[in-house]
T-cell receptor
Framework: AQSVAQPEDQVNVAEGNPLTVKCTYSVSGNPYLFWYVQYPNRGLQFLLK??????LVKGSYGFEAEFNKSQTSFHLKKPSALVSDSALYFCAVRDGPGNLFFGTGTRLTVIP | NAGVTQTPKFQVLKTGQSMTLQCAQD?????MYWYRQDPGMGLRLIYY???????DKGEVPNGYNVSRLNKREFSLRLESAAPSQTSVYFCASSPGIKGLFFGPGTRLTVL
């Protein structure tokens, strides 16, 4: 079965600094990987996905993610964090017919 | 275009009561899903429907039933609610490998 792991429950970063939210995956076959963001009392919103092609994937709100096959990682990054980026971030991998298996989430806090 | 809608937004039940959570999507997606979200556990799949007329169990189906009423609607039913079913429930739909589109969620408390 496919799975992802988010090793950090909480990430704090100063506004204006680069941010990284980590995700590692375990799959059989080619991975389809996703990042979602959840703001308080809201549903999950799609940020970006990796299906195939370039290892650096660009997504919404200035976020990007780097697919690294040798390290089985798909870390989410942003060059300059905003206070409004503070939210819960989920990594996910396709598992079965259209379903996604989600990580446990990482809470990002951007400090003004 | 409302996307994925869910009703109700909030619900409080007593142990043993039943209720149905409603979900509808207007994006003409074939696949629909029900997840529950609990602190520290991410989202766990309860049931999904790959297409109209089909439903399959996910990771945590016990205590739930679903109905894919038509292509737009996918309901989740708790026949006899238990405190362990206190959670936030999300419905989602998908056009395929492009990922999932989520509704705003239903916050359920079972006393």
């Amino acid at each position: 079965a496919q799975s992802v792991a988010q090793p950090e429950d909480q990430v704090n970063v100063a506004e204006g600094n680069p941010l990284t939210v980590k995700c590692t995956y375990s799959v059989s076959g080619n991975p389809y990987l996703f990042w979602y963001v959840q703001y308080p009392n809201r549903g999950l919103q799609f940020l970006l996905k990796y299906i195939t092609g370039d290892n650096l994937v660009k997504g919404s709100y200035g976020f990007e993610a780097e697919f690294n096959k040798s390290q089985t990682s798909f870390h989410l990054k942003k060059p300059s964090a905003l206070v409004s980026d503070s939210a819960l971030y989920f990594c996910a991998v396709r598992d079965g017919p259209g379903n996604l298996f989600f990580g446990t989430g990482t809470r990002l806090t951007v400090i003004p | 275009n409302a996307g994925v809608t869910q009703t109700p937004k909030f619900q409080v039940l007593k142990t043993g009561q039943s209720m149905t959570l409603q979900c509808a999507q207007d994006m003409n997606h074939n696949s629909m899903y029900w997840y529950r979200q609990d602190p520290g556990m991410g989202l766990r799949l309860i049931y999904y429907s790959a297409s109209e007329g089909t439903t399959d169990k996910g990771e945590v189906p016990n205590g739930y039933n679903v109905s894919r009423l038509n292509k737009r609607e996918f309901s989740l039913r708790l026949e006899s609610a238990a405190p362990s079913q206190t959670s936030v429930y999300f419905c989602a739909s998908s056009p395929g490998i492009k990922g999932l589109f989520f509704g705003p969620g239903t916050r359920l408390t079972v006393l």
